[in-house]
């Protein structure tokens, strides 16, 4: 009879078969550990919304709300509860509801019905472990018509599309108690709120959701005295109602280069950008006209010297973009000017400089659509003395920088074999800007 060992290798494969299973079954002990921990603080999260829920339904009718909430009451709007070694952050959320039994503001002079109870419990950093429970309240016998109005807000986006989940700030300090309160909109995009203090031009209101641009009222001010959208104001028994517009960032980026010859542009490139949305007006010191508009965005400054430039975390509007160096002169922007910023994109723009000069012209040739014509012949021709012409074509982009040229009466010649010619008599001095529309043949 032989006895015969384990081998070095026989013994290393058992030894790693082993640690296989000992890891397998190691993690499924993590992961179990983890559900049964996970079901623990739910369980006890859903506890501690059940006995908040009873407060409030112990509570008189009148005193259901929340500090700087509307309608207001005594209880706080969040707050923290320890349990078992771990903290729930609750939430206390309170507001009336417009029955639509006997009709929905404006046509019930009555919004606010009932009241909607509801208690949020989170725990951890994980958005998604939170419980929430609700229920309703109703007054005690008949509605009462009581002296406040209603707040009905909408959020939009840029096409006009309700915006669900942004977050609506409200505040208003010139109301006993002050109100402070943030809230979600709906699936429609709304936050309807009854039984709002009654305040002239008194409540603030402002939108946000992550990743989006911001929306707000504007409290009138020597930079802004004329705003568009003022603090809002609620009237007893009525419904003040009020649009906002947001939606996702979004970006420019900018490649700089020489116009002659074709090269990066390497030195300083500085100028400024600024939105075309207007969101009040400020009189002019130099009237005409007697006022002028004050811009959401810019003009903000921007240099740089990587021959390229991204600047994100943009609004989606209309900008602007101005050279500011004295050395040089913008010659090409393709695409072409302004820059139309469309929401959640990134908008890629060159720009061409050129050496300033005491005289230069810039030629836009666009078709009757707006669209750059490309292959247009574009001739400067001095009325003399001296006799003198400047040429050029365009191409895709449609543009054409002449510079050096001389100062005084020219004619502007652009021809195509598609469009008709177009002719302009012109008095060259300075840095000078011409766009031109070519009629189809």
């Keep these: 009879m032989f006895l015969r060992g384990f081998s070095l290798l026989e013994l290393l494969v058992a030894l790693g078969i082993i640690a296989l299973v000992a890891v397998t079954v190691l993690g499924l002990l993590g992961r179990s550990i983890e559900v049964l921990r996970r079901e623990e603080h739910r369980r006890v999260a859903i506890g501690i919304a059940e006995e908040r829920l009873e407060r409030l339904r112990n509570a008189p009718y009148d005193d259901l709300g929340t500090i700087g909430g509307i309608p207001a009451g005594a209880f706080l709007p969040r707050d923290t509860i320890?349990?078992?070694?771990?903290?729930?952050?609750?939430?206390?959320?309170?507001r009336f509801l417009d029955d639509p039994f006997d009709g929905v503001a404006p046509n019930d002079p009555v919004p606010n019905d009932l009241r909607e109870l509801a208690a949020d419990v989170s725990w951890g950093t994980n958005p998604n472990q939170t419980i929430t429970l609700a229920t309703?309240?109703?007054?005690?016998?008949?509605?009462?018509?009581?002296?406040?109005?209603?707040l009905r807000l909408r959020v939009l986006d840029a096409r006009a599309n309700p915006v669900e989940g942004a977050t609506v700030e409200i505040a208003n300090s010139d109301v006993t108690p002050p109100i402070a309160l943030a809230l979600p909109t709906d699936g429609n995009g709304e936050v309807t709120l009854p039984g709002a203090p009654p305040s002239t031009a008194g409540y603030h209101v402002r939108v946000t959701r992550s990743g989006h641009s911001a929306d707000t009222t504007v409290t009138p001010s020597p930079e802004v005295p004329n705003p568009i959208a003022p603090p809002l104001t609620v009237i007893e028994h009525e419904v003040t109602?009020?649009?906002?517009?947001?939606?996702?960032?979004?970006?420019?980026?900018?490649t700089f280069r020489k116009y002659s010859p074709d090269q990066p542009f390497r030195d300083l490139a500085m100028f400024t950008l600024q939105g075309q949305k207007v969101i009040g007006t400020r009189p002019n010191s130099t009237p005409p006209p007697d006022t002028l508009p004050v811009y959401k965005a810019g003009p903000q400054s921007f240099t740089t010297n990587q021959g390229s430039l991204t600047i994100s975390s943009l609004e989606w509007d209309t900008y602007e973009f101005r050279e500011t160096m004295p050395d040089y002169d913008l010659a090409v922007a393709d695409p072409l000017l302004p820059i139309e910023l469309l929401p959640g994109t990134t908008y890629p723009v060159t720009i061409m400089f050129a050496p300033h000069r005491d005289h230069a012209l810039r030629v836009i040739v666009r078709d009757?659509?707006?669209l750059p014509v490309d292959g247009a012949t574009v001739t400067l021709t001095y009325l003399g003395p001296p006799e003198r012409t400047e040429r050029g074509t365009t191409p895709a982009h449609g543009q054409v920088f002449l510079s050096p040229i001389l100062q005084g009466a020219a004619t502007l010649t652009v021809t195509h074999p598609s469009f008709d010619t177009v002719t302009r008599e012109l008095t060259v001095s300075g840095t000078m800007e011409v766009e031109v529309r070519m009629q189809q043949l």
Excluded: M
């Excluded at 320890?82 to 309170?94: D, L, P, S, W």
């Excluded at 309703?136 to 209603?150: N, Y």
């Excluded at 109602?241 to 900018?254: E, G, P």
């Design 82 to 94: 320890e349990r078992n070694g771990a903290q729930y952050t609750v939430t206390t959320r309170i």
């Design 136 to 150: 309703l309240a109703a007054p005690p016998g008949l509605e009462r018509a009581g002296t406040t109005g209603t």
């Design 241 to 254: 109602a009020a649009n906002f517009a947001i939606d996702r960032l979004a970006a420019i980026a900018f």
């Design 368 to 370: 009757a659509g707006g």
